[in-house]
């Protein structure tokens, strides 16, 4: 079976749905009310293991999340590596959704702010062909180490730099696959955000980076990838979808990637099954609820289909 850790955050989310996002200043009344799990480190954990790999999530809560706890480990999700501070919360999310699927999130930190350097394992690698994937909602020099350790270790790193914020250029060296969306990407450079698919290839094709690959991910429009020893970048677009919900599509493509990465699938290959996987999570309410099941990726597409 595929191995995976996961070095990240475990949030309690609330989500809420309105017609329009509101404006600063501006009441408005929610459609419907939602609360689960979340955080990115636990959303990509659930990702891959609905997918089929044995994934182990090293992460903080707060005495709050024996509920939480317990959903992800009825995923499949490995909770031993998950410490609880009796004197926190578990991080929470406020996550409102317009009709349109887009959204806005405001996270307090919680328990995710004291996960410490001393919380990961010594061998964050397994076995052969393990993916350790890390992202930003946890205190830098824990990615930073987990990075380096895992590196070290042998495993195949994947890195999320979510949220945006500088990283060192020795962390970088270390990563195989960096995966920022484009707006990450853009603050990783210093430089604006493109607006179009060829301004995002260009910026793309032009950063130097020090990552043996890069996967861009750009929403509707799928993903870009560009690997150091190739080239120029190619485009994966994504399957034409009905989006009720884009939260947690990122996390599923993380998950998704590192998944089909665990079982040796070429990048390309693996970032492809990625956008298949995000486009179909966007199509439900939450982060983790629409997260597909390996089964659903597999069914063919419906070639009538529009």
């Known amino acids: 079976m ?19 996002l509101p404006r600063p200043g501006e009441t408005v009344l929610a459609r419907r009310f939602v609360e689960g799990a979340g955080g990115k480190g636990a959303n990509q954990a659930v990702a891959a293991a609905r997918l089929g790999s044995r994934v182990r999530l090293v992460a903080r809560v707060g005495a709050d999340a024996s509920a939480i706890l317990g959903a992800l480990a009825s995923e499949g999700v490995d909770v031993e590596a998950v410490r609880s501070d009796p004197h926190t919360t578990t991080g929470i999310a406020a996550v409102v959704v317009d009709d349109a699927g887009e959204n806005t999130i405001v996270v307090n930190p919680g328990a995710n702010a004291g996960l410490g350097v001393e919380d ?17 909602e946890i205190p830098s020099d824990v990615v930073d180490q987990a990075v380096l350790r895992a590196r070290e270790q042998g495993g195949i790193v994947v890195l999320n730099p979510a949220p945006a914020r500088p990283v060192d250029a020795r962390v970088l060296a270390a990563v195989d696959v960096l995966v920022p969306n484009l707006g990450e990407l853009a ?24 990552c043996r690959a890069v996967v861009v991910t750009l929403g509707a429009d799928g993903a870009l990838l560009k690997q150091a020893d190739r080239a120029g970048a190619t485009h994966i677009p994504a399957p034409l979808v009905a989006a009720v919900d884009t939260v947690g599509a990122g996390d599923t493509f993380c998950g998704a990637l590192a998944d089909a990465l665990a079982r040796g699938a070429g990048l390309a290959a693996a970032a492809e099954r990625a956008v298949r996987a995000a486009s179909h999570a966007v199509t439900g309410l939450g982060a983790q609820a629409a997260m597909p099941y390996a089964a659903q990726l597999d069914t063919p597409a419906d070639p009538t289909a529009s």
């Open 2 to 20: 595929p191995s995976i850790t996961v070095v990240g955050s475990v949030n309690r989310d609330f989500v809420l749905t309105v017609r329009d």
């Open 187 to 210: 603050s990783l450079l210093g430089t604006e955000r493109p607006a179009t698919l060829d301004g995002a290839r260009d910026l793309l094709e032009g950063a130097a980076l020090p």
């Open 120 to 136: 990961l394992p010594p061998r964050l690698v397994r076995s052969a062909g393990e993916v350790v994937l890390v992202q930003n």
